[in-house]
């Protein structure tokens, strides 16, 4: 058995994720104390009554200044508030899991991969999709060659729209910035070493842009350096199905064979008088249920205290993290200009 230290945790923000690795962090034998910091003061008795933590705050640089704390969870919106507290938690010597993006911009990014390397501490960001098992599996026969070379990928992914305004109300951020971001990094790490080369997008809206600018859907073709092409596609405006209901459609197209993922969530449903058929299990991240978790945020959570506690490599590189910031902005500028956009530090023939 590795030495291992138990670990002291922090989690800034307790809503709907932070509330999830909040509860994997409690229900985890690696964590010695929870201490937990929201504003919110109807959230923080919820979480507390969930998760016992040995403290609670509503000023997130109590957990900062507590020299205690090992690890720092950051799941707070609005995500355009996030990277100073990334910044002061490396400062203050701690690991960082940080829901994704973990900056406004690559430069910024790089910033918190510098300090971080240079005090050599782990920092990752929550792709989730990297820890769903059926997930994980496509990537593995991609590897192993079970369909041949891959020829082209579709990902399609839609949720409700009250998921939508959610996501919309709280920061201006494209579709796939803020959710197809999860696609983006699963399609790249499933075609290593291949690098995205070009990109084209578009946005559509009708409904959300009533209100605000923000698109109601988005798709991104990539075209790789070996000449795969991948399509994302992400939407937010589907009538509600159960709170926070998401569904997937993934397709790998091989040159011996294909594989697909039916992530539409519809295999538990129920039906009652009062709402009609809906989809309980639905969530991306996957709410607790009783002992077990519906999802695969707990294996997430699991994976980064592991990675501290073991001094084992973390999931999700810097290199990895700014190739998918490097996609998603060529994306959002190539829906703005209406064209397609070169990835010049991935094309050799461009430098
Ligand atoms: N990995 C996944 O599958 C997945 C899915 C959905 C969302 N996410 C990520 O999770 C993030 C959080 O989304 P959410 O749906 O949980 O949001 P949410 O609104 O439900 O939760 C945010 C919480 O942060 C609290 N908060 C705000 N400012 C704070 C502050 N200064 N200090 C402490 N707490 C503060 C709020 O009170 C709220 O409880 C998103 O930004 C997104 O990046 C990941």
Not at 17 to 29: D, E, L, T, Y
Not at 86 to 102: S, T, W
Not at 230 to 243: K, R
Not at 286 to 302: I, P
Request: aromatic share 8%; proline share 6%.
């Amino acid at each position: 058995m590795s030495e291992f230290k138990r670990l002291n945790v922090g989690v800034i923000g307790t809503g709907w994720v932070g509330g999830i690795r909040a509860n994997a962090c409690a229900q985890n034998p690696l964590v010695d104390q929870l201490h937990i910091a929201e504003i919110d003061p109807k959230r923080q008795a919820e979480i507390a009554a969930e998760t016992d933590p040995t403290s609670i705050t509503d000023d997130w640089q109590t957990l900062i200044d507590d020299a205690s704390i090992d690890l720092i969870v950051i799941a707070m919106t609005p995500e355009t508030a996030r990277f100073p507290i990334v910044m002061a938690a490396l400062e203050a010597g701690k690991h960082v899991f940080v829901e994704k993006p973990i900056a406004p911009s690559i430069a910024e990014a790089e910033q918190a991969y510098a300090l971080a390397a240079s005090k050599d501490l782990k920092i990752s960001i929550g792709y989730s999709r990297r820890f769903d098992p059926r997930y994980v599996y496509v990537r593995k026969a991609l590897m192993d060659g079970v369909i041949g070379e891959p020829v082209t990928c579709l990902i399609s992914r839609h949720s409700t729209r009250e998921l939508g305004e959610k996501i919309t109300g709280r920061s201006k951020m494209s579709p796939t910035s803020i959710g197809g971001v999860h696609d983006l990094d699963f399609i790249l790490w499933c075609l290593q070493p291949r690098k995205p080369v070009r990109v084209y997008s578009q946005q559509a809206g009708k409904l959300f842009s009533q209100k605000s600018d923000t698109p109601d859907h988005q798709w991104v073709m990539v075209t790789m350096d070996d000449g795969t092409t991948i399509t994302v596609g992400i939407g937010w405006i589907l009538p509600a199905g159960y709170p926070n209901f998401v569904q997937a459609w993934i397709e790998v197209i091989g040159t011996d064979g294909a594989l697909t993922i039916d992530d539409t969530h519809k295999e538990v449903q129920f039906n009652t008088v009062k709402d009609g058929i809906r989809y309980p299990m639905s969530s991306m991240p996957g709410e607790a249920v009783d002992h077990v978790f519906a999802g695969a945020m707990y294996d997430e959570t699991k994976h980064f205290l592991e990675a501290v506690a073991y001094g084992r490599p973390a999931m999700v590189t810097s290199d990895e993290a700014i190739q998918v910031m490097e996609l998603y902005n060529a994306a959002d500028l190539s829906a703005e200009r209406g064209e397609p956009v070169l990835l010049p530090r991935n094309d050799a023939s461009t430098g």
